[in-house]
């Protein structure tokens, strides 16, 4: 079965680290903690048979909504920005957020290791930046003008009534 080799790599993850008790449900997810409150969601993706890593990295500020959500858009385009992984945001916590997908088809545990150690630091990265932004500075190449819609302006006001998707930049 596909999900057996993420469930083997997840187990064997938590035996080489000591971390007893990890839970993976019935859909193949899980959720880490790491560095006490930097939480990582890890599922299996049983169409593509692939591992999804997520992780919010910060808050959208109220200022200068727009320029920061049209940055993590763009940055989603530059893979030497991204690395690879995708940005998005979260309507329902105000939070953007950082993804990862990866086939489990070539890996083992010194790959996903590999990949999550990168993941980590794309985080930690990440969330240095939103800190930034949180505190007014803008994005590289942004400015306050295209629709931003000024102080206090909500990033999901454009979102129609009644629609309210998890993600709504990337994939």
Known sequence: MPIDTFTDILHEFASRIN????????SGYCCLDVDQGMLIHIKHENKRDSMIFIAEVGQIPETNAGAVLRYLLRMNNDPEESKGLTLSYNVESNNAAIGYQFPLRF??????????????????RWKQKMVLYTQGTLPKGEDVSGGDGGEGASPSSSIPQGVVPEFMIGA
């Open 19 to 26: 971390l007893s008790g990890l839970q993976i449900d019935s």
């Open 107 to 124: 890996l083992n545990i010194d790959k996903f290791e590999e990949f999550f150690k990168i993941f980590l630091d794309e985080v930690d």
